[in-house]
């Protein structure tokens, strides 16, 4: 098949335009501390199981955390506290995403918001959609596992995007324990 058939150019095309779709997908988005709370999009997220659905959820990295700067940025004791949203901001997108996630708990009490890429792994503080509302339960046994991913980022075991792709490994591929699995949503 030659480049000159109509087949063949819009395959090209098609090929062209979705890699374009991912790359602009991959930018990070942050909104700053005024930006006001954006509204979700109308469409439904879906739990798969206890995780965040990966089409409301992706991920969003901060473009402020960059591998040369970890150790004065998230290897700094302290350093995710400088970039945490207000709790007002928080408990906004929060009612938001239990209405858009479709909870039969609406009880905010029993969520903590979530980042998709956790802060001190180089996640977006602000952007919806590295934010999700988790039960509290399991954002504990997350953070073991991020705390340790930080540890080995910041003694320069691992990359910090290494640590990333481990931390959605371990989020989106291998879910949370067997013994949750009978939390009720």
Known sequence: MSISSPFARAFILAG???????IFMMIPQQAPASTPVPVLADAECQMRG??????????????????TNIH????VSG????????????QKIEQLQIVSYGYK?????DYIMDH?????????????VNLWPQLAAPSREDDQEENELRRQVCEDKITLI????Q???????????PHLSNIKL
């Open 167 to 177: 931390e959605m490994q371990l989020k989106y591929n291998n879910g949370y324990r």
């Open 72 to 75: 004065q940025t998230i290897c």
């Open 79 to 90: 350093w995710t506290a400088t970039i945490r949203p207000s709790t007002s901001y928080i």
């Open 50 to 67: 206890l995780l965040p659905d990966p089409v409301c959820t992706p991920g969003v990295i901060n473009p402020d955390v960059t591998q």
């Open 116 to 128: 998709a890429i956790s802060l001190q792994l180089g996640g977006n503080a602000t952007n919806p």
């Open 16 to 22: 062209l335009a979705g890699i374009f779709l991912v």
């Open 162 to 165: 290494e640590a990333q792709r």
């Open 105 to 109: 708990n609406t009880n905010a009490i």
